[in-house]
């Protein structure tokens, strides 16, 4: 064999071994991908001009508190049920409420007092006193307690003007959700001019609707606007949904406060007359001259529509199942107020009248339109 072949084959046979016996860190191989590590940011501090509006955002909440969280209350009421085989069983209720004077006035809900035997207000340095029911007005839901303390204990809280609210604005609660004391929440008017239905079937009008936080005895309690100011007098939420709250309008608690004060009651304007809602169907059917109104139907004894001389019902007529009593003045408008049904007059009597008022009822007598003049009485 020559040299020269036999140094090819033993080149080959060195490359063969170099091959079969190569570590696995030499051969050629498909790496698995190696993920890449996400860059942390470094945070940059902002600027004190952009965090000057934060933290006098900040301030106003926390003044507010301190300003307004003394004149809250956390009230407590002893309530007696009776059981078939236990007898009288003593229960608790609780709710909130607040000051509104220095001769020991407080405002809350009427449901948060309602059948109460002893009724207990508890103020934010933990005093507790004993509070008498002065007054209350059931329709509107509202009130009044007097507590026994020295003027320097007691913090009025200051009046803002419902009228003048705007949907966005903010709104602030304070009270007692679920006994936890002089607990704030915040958030904004959602809608105003709510009609709000208590259980009893009568209508609380212009009603504020707010999504600040309001729980079980939040009752009672005031709902703020940004200067600390009551708007209105917390009272009712959506069972069924969150965060849709109630509020009894600051107006409308100004209104009826003062009688509850002097009176015990507020006297409610009357019109001494029940009738029908007057809807496109029933004016076809019975062929009024109108498609909306109220078609009087009953008229009190000496009441004030009697005295006004508009006319009830004169016969009775059968309108698919029902009977309905016909041939009595329509109400059309009060005051130039439009009255489309019972509600608008329910409505108007709540904000617009008092019982004493002289009123100018539109009535369709007939097929004559005229004006009687009517002293509105109280509600019996």
């Known amino acids: 064999m020559s040299s020269k072949r036999y140094l090819t084959i033993l080149l080959l046979l060195v490359i063969f ?12 191989a498909t790496l698995a991908p190696t993920a890449t590590p996400t860059p942390v940011p470094t945070a940059t501090p902002l600027p004190d001009v952009m965090l000057a509006p934060i933290d006098i955002e900040e301030q106003l909440i926390t003044n507010l508190y301190e300003r307004v969280s003394p004149s809250v209350v956390n009230i407590t009421a002893e309530v007696i049920s009776y059981s078939f085989f236990f007898g009288a069983m003593p229960g608790e209720g609780t709710g909130s409420g607040f000051v509104i004077d220095k001769e020991g006035h407080i405002i809350t809900n009427w449901h948060v007092v309602e059948d109460a035997e002893s009724v207990a207000v508890t103020f934010a340095d933990e005093t507790t006193v004993p509070a008498q029911i002065l007054g209350a007005d059931p329709a509107n839901d509202l009130a009044v307690l007097l507590v026994d303390v020295t003027s ?3 913090v009025p809280v200051e009046w ?3 009228a003048e609210l705007k949907v966005g604005q903010r709104a602030i609660a304070i009270g007692n959700p679920f006994g936890l004391e002089s607990t704030l929440t915040t958030g904004v008017i959602s809608a105003l001019g709510r009609p709000l239905q208590l259980e009893d079937g009568q209508f609380v009008f212009d009603v504020i609707q707010t999504d600040a936080a309001i729980n079980p005895g939040n009752s009672g309690g005031p709902l703020l606007d940004s200067r600390g100011r009551v708007i209105g007098v917390n009272t009712a939420i959506r069972s069924d949904a969150e965060g849709i709250g109630f509020t009894i309008p600051a107006d409308t608690v100004r209104r009826i406060v003062p009688s509850l004060i002097e009176l015990g009651t507020y006297p409610h304007p009357w019109t001494g007359f029940l009738g029908y809602d007057i809807t ?3 004016a076809e059917v019975l062929q009024l001259p109108v498609e909306s109104g109220i078609l009087v139907a009953q008229i009190y004894r000496d009441g004030p529509a009697q005295q006004a001389g508009i006319l009830g019902a004169q ?3 059968i309108v698919g199942n029902r009977r309905v009593l016909v041939g009595g003045d329509i109400v059309t408008a009060i005051d130039g107020v439009p009255i489309d049904d019972w509600q608008d007059l329910q409505k108007f009597l709540q904000l617009q009248a008092v019982a004493g008022q002289t009123v100018t009822a ?3 007598r007939g097929v004559q339109a005229i004006n009687v ?5 109280v509600q019996p």
């Open 152 to 154: 320097v204990e007691l």
């Open 373 to 377: 003049e009517m002293v509105l009485g």
């Open 160 to 162: 803002g003007n419902s």
């Open 362 to 364: 539109s009535v369709i």
């Open 280 to 282: 496109p169907s029933l």
């Open 315 to 317: 016969r009775e007529v």
């Open 17 to 28: 071994t170099a091959c079969q016996t190569a570590p696995e860190s030499t051969m050629p």
